[in-house]
């Protein structure tokens, strides 16, 4: 009798969940839809986990077709073999594995989106707000600095990273991205956590821990002050500090810490009292890595900033005597046609063109060594002709795979890609080309256009595109899905340096830039100093 008592409950039981309408069980919440050139962003609140299916209609929602499932929050759905390439207006429903899309509870879950036409301002605008999300969506709670990379499980946030990552959501700001609020909320509370650090002579470590504002070492002995990601974020915060100067209350306090912090780094002691920049120091190993800065390479900024100081200024003679005394400085020879005036063979990585002239404007920018865009103009073209040459006979290189840098990389984790060397295993990091659109536009556009329309499905995500793409590897290991603040960072800013030149004029417009450049020996062609 207690069996078929016990029996008949369960059958109750059964019947009255199976009577429940779907909408009990695992539903999607905020469920957003955005439209795209050749995709439809979804996005929806998945925090169990849970799969979904994912269905579209071209139709007004009369008929549904399947077009993937996942357990993500989120789901990028390029449309052209569905619609073609024309905009075209789509009914989505996001349901519950199992869940019949015909079903009346169905219908809850549906969501109408349009893409957009195909223009290059329209796929611009894409990768700039996607970027941008790396320093909003994944910035760290609570501090709002940029994590070191994506796939990092420790609690690292990064100082240069984070300078890039301020100019980003400046420029989100005045594209409509973010709120101007919420650009300021973000770079105060990076501000806020940045006056609390230990520092080192004032400048910043590398990497920090998120959690107990602790130094992190990036290294043996680096552990300590890290002079040249300093001037990263030193350009960042002068950007910032030029465009909230004039603004709310709230804005001007931002501004003021800023210009405290950055009186405060003693860029005069770095030297030794020698007449050289020196990286690092650190309380517990002193000068132990005994790293001058020379170039020619990513570090410029550093001494013109370290110049531009209006409390702690270097002499000129640090940088006449240092920054030219290597033997990769002075170049002149020419590379598949193209002159390169400095740098390394084949003019090395391109981050090299990025991370000092993400505020500083290298539009006719000179001294007695270099004409610095038409440098860096060189060095980007390098790189395409020789993706186009490919001596190696690497897989996809050619007018629209181009572009090598410092990045992840599917063989050797980490690696620094350098054309006509050993490092150049197929590699493309898209941070390369895209960060070097101010320098070759229409040679840069092709590789943003094959990035999305060809590989789109596969390279972006979201935080914009992935770090690297290997076309040589088999197609479940052709791209490193993650992402790096150093590299994501200077796509977002040379965006918008392209399309507007913001950045450039906002930390141009620093007086005490203009100082330090002037010491330096630096002048412009066109209107002596921006």
């Known amino acids: 009798m207690k069996k078929i008592t016990l029996s008949l409950i369960c059958i109750t039981c059964w019947l009255t969940l199976a009577a429940q309408p779907y909408s009990q069980f695992a539903t999607p919440r905020t469920l957003e839809a955005a439209g795209y050139p050749a995709h439809v962003d979804l996005r929806w609140d998945n925090q169990k986990k849970f799969t979904y299916e994912i269905f579209a209609s071209k139709d007004g929602g009369k008929k549904f077709v399947k077009r993937a499932e996942t357990a993500q929050s989120y789901y990028y759905d390029f449309v052209e073999d569905f619609v073609g390439k024309a905009p075209a207006k789509l009914v989505y429903r996001v349901v519950p594995k199992g869940m019949p899309v015909s079903s009346k509870d169905a219908g809850k879950f549906e969501v109408k989106v349009a893409t957009v036409e195909r223009t290059d301002d329209a796929l611009l605008d894409l990768v700039q707000q996607y970027t941008t999300r790396y320093f909003t969506d994944f910035a760290y709670p609570g501090c709002n600095l940029a994590r070191e990379r994506s796939n990092d499980t420790r609690e690292v946030v990064t100082t240069g990273g984070t300078g890039f990552g301020v100019m980003a959501l400046v420029a989100a700001a005045e594209r409509g991205y973010i709120t101007r609020e919420q650009s300021t909320g973000y770079i105060s509370g990076i501000v806020e956590f940045l006056d609390k650090v230990e520092r080192f002579h004032g400048v910043w470590a590398h990497w920090y821990d998120a959690i107990s504002g602790q130094p992190f070492s990036f290294s043996k002995y680096d552990d300590g002050g890290d002079l040249v990601e300093t001037a990263f974020l030193v350009q960042g915060l002068l950007t910032a500090r030029q ?117 500083l404007d290298p539009r006719g920018l000179n001294d007695s060594y270099a004409d610095y865009f038409e440098r860096n103009r060189a060095h980007t073209l390098i790189h395409r002709a020789y993706a186009v040459a490919n001596p190696y006979r690497h897989k996809g290189y050619g007018a629209s795979f181009w572009g090598f840098t410092s990045s992840d990389d599917a063989l050797t984790e980490y690696s620094s890609h350098h054309p006509n060397t050993e490092a150049d295993n197929g590699t493309v990091s898209p941070t390369a080309a895209l960060s070097s659109l101010p320098y070759a536009p229409q040679e840069c556009m092709e590789v943003v256009r094959n990035l999305y329309y060809n590989m789109g499905a596969s390279t972006l995500g979201p935080y914009g595109f992935y770090d690297a793409v290997n076309l040589n590897l088999p197609q479940g290991q052709q791209v490193v899905r993650t992402n790096l603040a150093i590299d994501q960072g200077p796509i977002a800013v040379m965006v918008e340096n392209y399309r507007s030149g913001l950045l450039w004029k906002l930390f141009m417009q620093n007086p005490e830039v203009h100082e330090g450049l002037k010491s330096l020996g630096f002048y412009y062609k066109e209107d002596s100093l921006r």
Not at 306 to 311: H, R, V
Not at 321 to 346: H, Q, R, V, W
Request: proline share 4%; hydrophobic share 30%.
């Open 243 to 359: 465009y909230f100067k004039n603004g709310s209350a709230a804005e001007r306090k931002l501004c003021n810490r800023i210009t405290k912090m950055w009186e405060e780094v003693e860029w005069s002691w770095y030297t030794q009292g020698t007449d050289s920049l020196y990286w690092h120091w650190s309380k517990n190993h002193g000068w132990k890595m005994n790293h001058r800065i020379k170039g020619y390479d990513e570090t410029l900024i550093t001494y013109i900033l370290a110049a531009a100081s209006p409390t702690h200024p270097i002499a000129p003679s640090v940088y006449h005597s240092c920054y030219p005394a290597s033997t990769y400085f002075k170049n002149g020879k020419e590379y598949l046609g193209i002159k390169l005036s400095l740098g390394m063979d084949y003019g090395g990585p391109l981050f090299f063109c990025h991370y000092s002239f993400l505020g």
